[in-house]
């Protein structure tokens, strides 16, 4: 369990890819930094126009306590796929593997939707 952040979209050109990465992770760290939780694993997902998804994770020793180094984590993740052999339609950032998890607190991020 985690807190992931998804976003829907139409994108061709690596550039492109990065900055969706790049805003997913800052809404990820947005949480971290809110519910003052930090993982130590962080997954890219991607998913292409035809629906096939490439998801790649790494997982250090220590969490990962700053913005910048999701961030890159993150990008390098997704640069894998690089070069696009099609648009892609979804991207995804996931932060998950908490260390010291307050029973208390959920593991997954809640969106209200009304």
Known sequence: MG???????????????????????EEVWGWCEKTGTFGRTVTGKVKFADFHQVTRSRTSSLPVTSRPELARISRELVQGVFPLPKAVRLLGVTISDFDNVDERRPDQISLEFG
């Open 3 to 25: 807190s992931e952040t998804t976003y829907a979209c139409d994108l061709a050109t690596p550039a492109d890819v990065e900055g969706g990465i790049a805003a997913l992770a």
